[in-house]
């Protein structure tokens, strides 16, 4: 039976809308202009410009209420029963929960922002401990303080968010007991220029 661990990044998208040095469309200040899409980008609920060309979806990058973190019952029974399936089979399921932008870019937010990053951190570190009840879940305990752990203007990590990350999903994998009997393979990361210029 072939023995391993799955590693699970939970993460959600946004569309690459704006950067530092793009100026900022005064339409997308406008709420009708979200009620011309028909619910078609819902997600954002409403896009906003913070300092240094940061660009936020109030919905999804501005969660900081218990109530928006938690996991349904449905979603967690989920969970339970894909680790149940991984467990029948000789593999161990660790779970990686990204945060929000707005919970590690604070120091970008507006002064007149109404978002508590406090708050945000204290129910995201709650819904990933109540997870912790039957699932492996990587301790992210200080990404609040991860600088650039996103890019300003989408929700791709950047290379500093990804290595923060994968330090703490290799911190819980190799104290599994599983990890000891694990073929092992060496990986290396390079930077390779895909635009196609010279």
């Known amino acids: 039976m072939m023995r391993g661990i799955l590693l699970a990044t939970v993460a959600r998208l946004i569309v690459n809308t704006a950067s530092a040095d793009v100026p900022w469309c005064k339409k997308l200040d406008d709420p009708e202009t979200y009620k011309e899409m028909d619910g078609k980008y819902s997600d954002f609920r409403k896009l906003e410009q913070w300092e240094d060309g940061w ?4 919905k999804f990058d501005l969660k900081q209420r ?5 996991m349904t019952e449905e979603t967690l029974d989920y969970f339970r029963r894909f680790e149940q399936a991984l467990n029948a089979r000789g593999t161990e399921l660790v779970v990686v929960m990204m945060p929000t932008r707005g919970q590690t870019m604070g120091k ?8 508590d990053v406090e708050e945000a951190q204290k129910n995201y570190l709650k819904m990933l401990n109540s997870m912790r009840a039957f699932l492996t879940v990587a301790d992210m305990t200080d990404v609040d303080q991860v600088s650039n752990y996103f890019l300003p203007a989408d929700n791709h990590w950047t290379v500093e968010g990804a290595k923060w990350s994968a330090q703490r999903a ?8 599983i990890y000891k009997g694990l073929h092992k393979t060496t990986f290396s990361s390079k930077e390779e220029d895909f635009t196609g210029d010279e």
């Open 108 to 115: 970008y937010k507006p002064d007149d922002s109404k978002y």
């Open 170 to 177: 290799a911190d819980v994998v190799t104290r599994k007991k």
């Open 55 to 58: 660009v936020v979806r109030t």
């Open 66 to 70: 218990a109530g928006r973190w938690l």
